[in-house]
T-cell receptor, first 115, second 115 residues
Framework: EPEVTQTPSHQVTQMGQEVILRCVPI?????FYWYRQILGQKVEFLVS????????KSEIFDDQFSVERPDGSNFTLKIRSTKLEDSAMYFC?????????????FGPGTRLTVL | AQSVTQPDIHITVSEGASLELRCNYS??????LFWYVQSPGQGLQLLLK??????LVQGIKGFEAEFKRSQSSFNLRKPSVHWSDAAEYFC?????????????FGGGTRLMVKP
C-alpha cells in the first residue's frame, strides 16, 4: 500500500541553524501539506502546496519557513534559523484532491529538537 | 474560524468494554469531519470521515461515529475495545479552500486499555 515517507525520523540541531525536513508524498497525489505538533499540544496546520506554489498557510508559517518540491518526488520544509520553540513533531501529508471530502495521508513524522 | 474540542484528554477502558470518545466542533458551514488514530511512533491514520448523507458512518477497525448537527458533535464509538486500540485519537474538521484543504485538529484523547 502506498504511503507517505519522511526523513529523518529525528533531527537535532542548534538554535539558529537551518534544517530541511524531507517528505516523499504518495506518487499520484497532487496536494501536499505540512503540520506540526508541539509536545503535548494540538496538531497544527502549517502550509498546503499545489502546482508548485503555496495554496494556503497559517500564521505560524512565517518568513523563517519555506517549502519546495525540488523534483518529482520530494517535498521539503525548510526552517532558515531555528528557534527553541520550533521543537516539535512535523508531519507531512498528501492528498489526491484539495477539497475536504478527500483523505489526507500522513507520514510518520520527523521529530525536530532544537537545542 | 473553525475549532475542535475533545473534552477528554485521557480515557481508560477495560478490554471488551464499549468506548465513546467525544468531539465537538465549531464551523460556519457544513463541516467535513474526520477521526484519525496515532499509535506510538506512527503517523496519523484515518479511521473514518463524514461529509454528508447518513449521519452514522462506519470506519476501519470496527469504529463508527455519529454526526449530530444540533449538538455540533461527532463522537467516536466502538462496541468492544481491543488492547490494540490503545493509541491517541484525534478529531478534525476540514475547511474547503480553492486548492489544499487544511485540517483543524482537536487536542486528542489518549486511550488506555486495561486487560
Amino acid at each position: 500500500e502506498p504511503e507517505v515517507t519522511q526523513t529523518p525520523s529525528h533531527q537535532v540541531t542548534q538554535m539558529g541553524q537551518e534544517v530541511i525536513l524531507r517528505c516523499v508524498p504518495i506518487s499520484n497525489h497532487l496536494y501536499f501539506y505540512w503540520y506540526r505538533q508541539i509536545l503535548g499540544q494540538k496538531v497544527e496546520f502549517l502550509v498546503s502546496f499545489y502546482n508548485n506554489e503555496i495554496s494556503e498557510k497559517s500564521e505560524i508559517f512565517d518568513d523563517q519557513f519555506s517549502v519546495e518540491r525540488p523534483d518529482g518526488s520530494n517535498f521539503t520544509l525548510k526552517i532558515r534559523s531555528t528557534k527553541l520553540e520550533d521543537s516539535a513533531m512535523y508531519f507531512c501529508a498528501s492528498s489526491t484532491v484539495g477539497t475536504g471530502s478527500n483523505e489526507q495521508f500522513f507520514g510518520p513524522g520527523t521529530r525536530l529538537t532544537v537545542l | 474560524a473553525q475549532s475542535v474540542t475533545q473534552p477528554d484528554i485521557h480515557i481508560t477502558v477495560s478490554e471488551g468494554a464499549s468506548l465513546e470518545l467525544r468531539c465537538n466542533y465549531s464551523y460556519g458551514a457544513t463541516p467535513y469531519l474526520f477521526w484519525y488514530v496515532q499509535s506510538p511512533g506512527q503517523g496519523l491514520q484515518l479511521l473514518l470521515k463524514y461529509f454528508s448523507g447518513d449521519t452514522l458512518v462506519q470506519g476501519i477497525k470496527g469504529f463508527e461515529a455519529e454526526f449530530k448537527r444540533s449538538q455540533s458533535s461527532f463522537n467516536l464509538r466502538k462496541p468492544s475495545v481491543h488492547w490494540s486500540d490503545a493509541a491517541e485519537y484525534f478529531c478534525a474538521v476540514g475547511a474547503y479552500s480553492n486548492a489544499g484543504n487544511m485540517l483543524t485538529f482537536g487536542g486528542g484523547t489518549r486511550l488506555m486499555v486495561k486487560p
